[in-house]
């Protein structure tokens, strides 16, 4: 074995082990403390269906595929930086350049995901790419990866197009930027995935209204033509692909009006609004 080929090896083994860490943690941990505090997380289910054992064995099985599938994406990220198309990693850490590498990725990160989610649920596109994952009418922490092969490509392919991008235009390289990138990530995806709502009462009130709760993305996955955002509810607003029941059903969510949510509707819609 040569000396990229035993590179290439230690980077698959190292970012495998790394999105297959991730995601069982944030998962594993959320479904936890969902289980130990399930007083509480029962008055706050978003919808009356529960997901059933074949769910959670369709979303784990499918989420470990695409675990691989970051993997490879990951391997071609390591041979363009040997290529030379790509920056090679990290530098002198400017700390204000840091915190903006993060805040514009994460940012890039929403308006790429907004709109590559929309073109998924395209008539020509929805079944192929993208039924897999709303199978999971109820979803659960572990839903999180649970994509098509096709969907998995498209959701690694992100980072190395950022990174292009980034050599483009001669801007830093960090690798501790792309680790918290994809640790807040994970996070954002099973919060939206919890099934049960985890935000504050007046979140959709306060300050930070703009950030996405749990009841915006499970409106998604009950309804299907709407709240194609991830972390940030911008795109939907000025795209008007917003539910317009979303306030009400977080408010009905957290118990604001004491009203019992109805159980969950059929996917609606399989071609984006």
């Not at 917003?242 to 977080?250: D, G, K, N, S, V």
């Amino acid at each position: 074995m040569d000396n990229l080929d035993a590179m290439l090896f230690e980077r698959f083994t190292r970012v495998l082990t790394f999105d297959l860490g991730r995601y069982l943690l944030a998962a594993g941990l959320l479904s936890l403390i969902l289980w130990l505090a399930k007083k509480w997380s029962d008055s706050r289910r978003i919808q009356t269906r529960r997901a059933k054992g074949a769910d959670y064995w369709r979303e784990i099985v499918s989420s470990l595929r695409t675990v691989i599938v970051f993997g490879l994406i990951s391997l071609g990220t390591v041979v363009l930086v040997h290529l030379g198309w790509v920056s090679k990693l990290d530098g002198p850490i400017n700390g204000w350049l840091f915190a903006a590498h993060l805040v514009v990725m994460v940012v890039a990160h929403d308006a790429y995901f907004y709109w590559m989610h929309r073109g998924l649920h395209l008539k020509k596109m929805f079944k192929f790419s993208h039924l897999h994952h709303h199978k999971s009418l109820t979803p659960t922490p572990w839903a999180a990866y649970s994509f098509a092969l096709f969907e998995a490509f498209t959701e690694a392919a992100f980072v190395p197009a950022y990174l292009l991008f980034l050599t483009v235009i001669g801007a830093p390289v960090y690798t501790l930027v792309i680790a918290i990138f994809l640790i807040h990530m994970i996070i954002r995806n099973v919060m939206g995935h919890a099934g049960v709502e985890l935000f504050p009462a007046n979140w959709t009130r306060g300050p930070f209204r703009w950030v996405t709760t749990t009841t915006h993305h499970d409106l998604h996955h009950s309804h299907g033509n709407a709240n194609f955002g991830l972390y940030f509810t911008w795109w939907d607003r000025w795209m008007g692909t917003e539910h317009p029941e979303y306030l009400t059903r977080f408010d009905m969510a957290v118990g604001r009006r004491g009203i019992v949510m109805p159980k969950t509707v059929a996917l609606s819609s399989d071609k984006t609004g």
